[in-house]
């Protein structure tokens, strides 16, 4: 089955509207309304936490009209409290991905959904998230699939073996973060680098082409050059996104939207290429619309 819009963007904006670019992955934070959770995977440091009001400053100073915000584990784990908060404040600007507790209350599916929620994340290589081997993991998915969600999976290394029967049963189109993280020391060939270029050829599932630092050796990024040609050619341009990962969580060095973006040049160096990316792709894949401007 093809990967399936989850629904179409207006044909025309009645007013004047700038060009849409999606950052397709981010966190943001709200501790004076949120504070950390139990459930968390991970703490984050004060310099890694984002609210929303900064990241808008961040997209705007960059040319972005619109995000897609990631519950993050680190910090909040199952309480998507700060995310449906923000949908809230910026309707239309932000859509979100959950991060979803097996056993919740299928109006609380509902209402996240109604709130802007349009996917949920498995972290395949955390103990802390919700596992898509454990007891409950059907329903979600099941869930999920009934509000026309996708299944967005953070993994790195091998890992995604063993999560793909799973995934691929489940009917849900797939979304995979970060390249998928390969080990860039171990080759095209290492087995969970094959097995996502093979998930691309099928056509069904979306890879961000985000997040870079997190498996390359440092900027500007060459040595992900090949990876991301890969993917680019299994996944085709119809089927691959962008996403900064801000604010960085566990970043090895300095990181910047600028300087991630200089490789997304240097890997599509067509304007045109990037702007399918960019805009036309998340606007396809996850119905964002235009921001119109009277």
Aim: aromatic share 10%.
């Amino acid at each position: 089955m093809p990967f399936q819009p989850l629904s179409s963007p207006p044909r025309h904006a009645p007013f004047s509207a700038q060009p849409m670019r999606v950052d397709c992955h981010a966190h943001v934070y709200d501790l004076k309304h949120h504070p950390f959770h139990g459930t968390r995977g991970f703490d984050a440091l004060a310099c890694e936490v984002g609210t929303a009001d900064q990241f808008a400053c961040v997209l705007a100073a960059h040319g972005f009209t619109h995000g897609l915000l990631i519950n993050p584990l680190g910090g909040y784990g199952t309480d998507n409290g700060a995310l449906m908060r923000t949908l809230a404040r910026f309707p239309g600007k932000f859509k979100g991905v959950a991060v979803v507790a097996h056993g919740t209350p299928e109006q609380e599916f509902t209402r996240m959904a109604e709130g802007g929620v349009i996917g949920l994340r498995f972290n395949l290589n955390f103990p802390s998230s919700p596992a898509l081997t454990a007891p409950g993991a059907e329903r979600t998915l099941r869930l999920a699939r009934e509000h026309g969600w996708f299944a967005q999976v953070h993994y790195e290394g091998d890992t995604i073996l063993e999560a793909l029967p799973i995934l691929q049963r489940s009917g849900l189109p797939i979304v995979v973060d970060h390249c998928g993280r390969p080990d860039l020391k171990a080759g095209l060939d290492q087995p969970g680098f094959k097995a996502l270029l093979e998930l691309g050829r099928g056509g069904q599932a979306v890879v961000k082409l985000a997040s870079v630092f997190r498996f390359s050796e440092g900027f500007p990024y060459e040595d992900a050059d090949p990876y991301v040609a890969a993917l680019v050619d299994a996944f085709t341009l119809d089927r691959c996104i962008w996403g900064s990962d801000w604010p960085y969580l566990h970043a090895k060095e300095r990181i910047d939207h600028a300087t991630l973006l200089a490789a997304l040049r240097r890997w599509l160096p067509s304007e045109a290429d990037r702007e399918k990316v960019l805009g036309d792709n998340p606007a396809r894949l996850f119905g964002f619309a235009p921001l119109v401007t009277g």
